[in-house]
């Protein structure tokens, strides 16, 4: 399953409504945590910043592959978790 952020979404210069922080761990929130990692707040900042259409994904989980960064350096991720249960408070949920 892929989270779909509409191209007209990604254009627009869109800010969050509210903001929480995630309780329990989920596919959702290991990509937020990704995503907050290489700075940005979620998927929709990254394609505003970065001017892309796609997200680079793991097919077998799909959970984020590689990110550029706003000083252009790469972070690349594991196919499994990588947040673990102890930073999952530390990932902050946008709502739209």
Same mark, same amino acid.
Not at 60 to 70: N, W
């Given at each position: ?13 869109? @800010? ?6 995630a309780k329990k761990w989920s596919d959702d929130v290991e990509n937020l945590y990704r995503f907050q ?12 910043? @970065? ?27 594991? @196919? ?5 249960? @102890? ?10």
């Amino acid at each position: 399953k892929k989270s779909e952020v509409s191209g007209v979404m990604a254009k627009a210069d869109i @800010k969050p409504k509210s903001i929480y922080h995630a309780k329990k761990w989920s596919d959702d929130v290991e990509n937020l945590y990704r995503f907050q990692q290489a700075g940005y707040r979620d998927e929709v900042e990254y394609k505003q910043v @970065k001017q892309v259409d796609m997200v680079e994904c793991w097919p077998e989980t799909g959970f984020v592959k590689k990110l550029q960064r706003r000083d252009n350096t790469f972070y690349y991720y594991d @196919k499994q978790r990588e947040c673990e249960d @102890k930073e999952v408070h530390k990932v902050k949920v946008y709502v739209y």
